[in-house]
């Protein structure tokens, strides 16, 4: 990991590496962890209110906020082995070899350190909260980075949501692991026939004239780079690789980008249903097992309703099944006393 | 006295199945979680046309929740319950079968057949004396075929299987409910009542601006609007400026403390019935409690809310964990339904 070191909290240009290297960084340390199965937790940090902040104080303030706020960071976590980077207005930290229960005190360590701070703004001083987000790995199963990534973004939105200023440890990892086989799985399905049917863009060159010119103007250019010459041809044709490779990886996190930019209201409320689909799932296919023995003996009919009970009822292995046949009977006889009660007696007394 | 209901002759007979109802009748918002898959939750509203006048304007002779919020001038109106139970004042009976109304209402929004037995769990306040509870039970008989009570803190934490070593809050419109799990059934020790809850929020919040802004026009149905946007209790909140008309003029009034304020206003009472259920509860386990400490109901969106009720736990009682139900709006009416689902059917036939 120390190779890593100067990577931390780079994210303008003038800096070593751009935010997608240090992700691509990142993504190979999470590769890394899951391949000698090692605990591994990533940070989701967002100043709280940011937006606000800057309308009111301008953008100095901003700048001012987000250096305390790495400054912090650098200095609650080891130099050795965390790895940073800016995203939008979120900073992601990942902490190698440390369980959800590390985390958790780091992210309190983070918490408290910038409520103690003070921000100068036009004469007056400001408090600053933030919102941490966070997910591990130390979950069974395999699951790619951007699950992870996923997982923490959705812990600082409730964080966010719930008031800021606060650590939320999400474990939605099942949800978006569905979500993102969902979409890539229509991504698949909606592939062949965008290569079938191109869509025209106005004023655009013909495709044949792009893929006739590209590589000729990108060939030009790397050997102008890189001093190559004619018989260079190979590493030509591997550095072009390279770059088509990076090009594509980049329009692929701003294509990302962009479309976590265009959710709204409505996704978080198709995200909020598609969460209690989830929670239903298992209980739907014991439904549908149940329907079918309901379909078998035509005779009896216990009513769709009644159906619910036999599924989300008391199963014999809940873990508490015996506490709660006792809470069932405490309740029914509570009732029965009751009733006895306004039956037969005078009703002044609790 | 709760009379059996008797099927008249030529009612469909109910021999196909049970709809399970899990109902959180609470002073502001009635929720329903059933067996059927449907939830649905309306205000707890209920107006009657004043005249033939209304009547015929507004083709109905019942309307609830924000339908008769809205029409409310042309209505007889009325908010049934208060503070968490069905209103027993001059105007007793009225409320009685405009709760009656009411629960019939949601009863019929979680679309029941006509050919199945319907089984309600309703959730009650901690404390509720033993006429309210009548009151509740009589208008529920009239429209499903079995019904139980149970406490709504108690169903809330019963929902998410949180049975041991957790303090429930529920913070409803009339009443802030706490109850301690200990994982037995909680006995009338294990639960306080107070009324530091949504609506104390908005008479605060009104007398506040009333106080700061006396020009500024209002109504409590403004105030409670504007609580639902805006309640927050963290220091640095973001700004609350709203229009209140003044003498027919829209002006804006910067509201932002007194919001704060008022929302605030409920947590020193509920810490303080924290520490009396804490500070009685067996010393070994106290502490496990007060690391468990469930935030249910529609006053738990209070933004901040948990974070506050830290700080102050740990400045009167030395430390403790604030957690939130996930759907604060259906905990008490899912936690009711899984009850029901988990009542043995002999139970429910017993009560019929």
Redesign the interface.
Known sequence: MSSFSSAQFRGSQKDLFTPAQIQHLMRVEFDRAQRYRYGLVLLVVGIDRLEQLQDLYGSELRDQVHGALVGLLKSATRASDALGCLLDDRILVLVPHTPPEGAAVMAKRVLDGMRALTFDCDGRSTRVTVSIGGAHNARKGDFAFDTLLEVGTAGLKVARDGGGNRYVHSELYEFFEKKRARERADQEAAAPAAVRAPMPIAGAPAAAAIGDGVPHILGEKIRDMFGLSENDSALLAKIEQEVVTSALREMKLELEKVLVESKSEHQRQIETLERRITKLSDSLGMTEAELQRALTQKTVDPGVASIYKTVQGLSSNDVQVQLKKALMSKIFEANVELRKKIDTGPQSTS | ??EKKQAPEGETKKD?????LGIDLGTSRTSVS????MRETVSSYVGYPKDVVARKLLQKDVLFGDEALEKRLSLDFYRPLAHGVIRDDKDAERNLKAAADLLGEIIRRSK??K??LVYAVIGAPA?A???N??AI?KAARQHVDSV???SEPFSVA?GL?M?DDTLVIDIGAGTTDLCRMH???PEESDQLTNTFAGDHVDETLSKLIRAKFPEAQFTVQMIKQIKEKHS???????PVVVNFPVKGKPTPFDITSEVRSACRSIVPPMVEALGELIGSFDPEFQDRLKNRVLLGGGGSMI?????ELERQMHEMLGGGKVM?VEEPIYGGANGAL??A????AE?WE??R
């Open positions: 006295m709760v196909h199945g049970v709809l399970y059933s067996s059927n898959g029941p057949r050919d199945e404390q004396q033993i006429k509870k009548e039970l139980m009570l149970c019963y299987d049975l994982g037995t059934m927050n209790v963290a220091d640095n909140m973001p933004k901040g809310l948990d974070v939130r899984k009850i689902h988990d009542m043995p139970y017993h009560l």
